[in-house]
């Protein structure tokens, strides 16, 4: 099973997407997700001009020999540049050997552990009264948990929110990095209303989430976790920014609120104090920005050993390569937690055909062999890059803080 050829297609079918195609001399194929929101034309070039060339020739079934040559390889380890571009090619070979195994991602990784997934789906508004309508919609389209973010008053723009009513929300909107201002005080003071808000109207059964996306201190986080405890959260997701991971010690301490963190990472060595302390619940790197399969399963396991489940990252700035081969982890993964779900537009859908559906707030896994996603190259063509930039946050006196 030699490497013939290997190529990355870039496309922007409403939002930039990043796609490495990995192809066998027996015409077998495997795709892989080597998308960076904001950065993408970082890993296309860290892929083509030092990847790829190394890549032909080598034996498509050694998986696990290709990953560790990737990364200890390069000398310099870890990163989101390098940990995706591992990614996209560990994907696009797992994808490849399930398809030679003439079977489903999940049988190979080890099979069914459960029937179908439980995804969250974002409930935003501009208000509280509008993120409750929001709420009746997907609890209408069966969702079981919803992740509840609202606008705050005082803040003009704030994460998660549309810009305006009725559009979708789109993180990297502008060229050049759109500037947002941000009150940690502000913020405090609303949030605890808008989870009271939402029990009261919808109850206790609905698993509600919230997240925080880096902006507070540990304290502020700690406060927040407490305030909270009696709308029992489902999670609070990024309450801090955690290259320190220390920083959870005190937040555990003062509030009984699950946590869950990284997005952002990359490596199980970003996760271990956290999890070796007990400091988090859920673990949220996406299979293509972890290094892949072969790495993140090694994060579950690590994960699994205390208690502490999955809940990947599932924004619409990851494809529907990544999203398709979430699914398969997540059916088998046993200490499987939950996926976000932010549904795909129907032109990416489009460009990605896959064999997922989602069905009752759940997906439910595809059975063609391989990961179930394959990309359409000619229609791919019809939607060239432009750059998109996430935004900056500034607190209201000017300071740059975390987005
Ligand atoms: O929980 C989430 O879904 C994330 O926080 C996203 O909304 C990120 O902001 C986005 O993926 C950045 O590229
Ligand atoms: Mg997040």
Known sequence: MKISDAYVIVTSPGRNFVTLKIVTESGTYGIGDATL????????????????????????????????????????????????????????????????????????????????????????????????????????????????????????????????????????????????????????????????????????????????????????????????????????????????????????????????????????????ELLENQWIDYIRTPLSHGGGITHVRRIADLAGLYHVRTGFHGPTDLSPVCLGAAIHFDTWVPNFGIQEHMPHTEETDAVFPHDYRFEDGHFLVGEAPGHGVDIDEELAKQYPYKRASLPVNRLEDGTLWHW
Not at 75 to 82: C, D, F
Not at 123 to 128: A, N, S, V
Request: hydrophobic share 40%.
């Open 37 to 272: 929101n904001g950065r993408e034309m970082a890993v296309v070039a860290y892929l083509e001009e030092h990847v790829i060339p190394a890549l032909i020739g080598r034996d498509a079934s050694r998986i696990e020999d290709i990953w560790h040559y990737l990364y200890r390889g390069a000398y310099w380890r870890r990163g989101p540049v390098t940990m995706s571009a591992i990614a996209a090619v560990d994907l696009a070979l797992w994808d490849i050997k399930a398809k030679a195994a003439d079977m489903p991602l999940y049988q190979l990784l080890g099979g069914k552990s459960r029937e179908r997934v439980m995804t969250y789906a974002h409930c935003t508004g501009k208000d509280i009264e509008s993120c409750l309508e929001e709420v009746e919609t997907h609890v209408g389209l069966g969702y079981r948990a919803v992740r509840v973010q609202a606008g705050i008053p005082g803040i003009p723009t704030i994460y998660g929110v549309a810009k305006r009513e009725g559009e979708r929300y789109e993180p990297a909107d502008s060229d050049l990095p759109a500037e947002h201002v941000w009150s940690t005080e502000k913020y405090l003071n609303h949030v605890p209303k808008l989870f009271a808000a939402v029990r009261e109207r919808f109850g206790d059964e609905i698993h509600l989430l919230h997240d925080v996306h880096h902006r507070l201190t540990p304290i502020e986080a700690a406060r927040l976790g407490k305030a909270v405890e009696p709308y029992h959260l489902f999670w609070l997701e990024d309450c801090v920014p955690a290259e320190n991971q220390e920083s959870f010690r005190l937040i555990r301490q003062h509030t009984t609120t699950p946590l869950a963190v990284g997005e952002v990472f990359n490596s199980i060595h970003d996760y271990r």
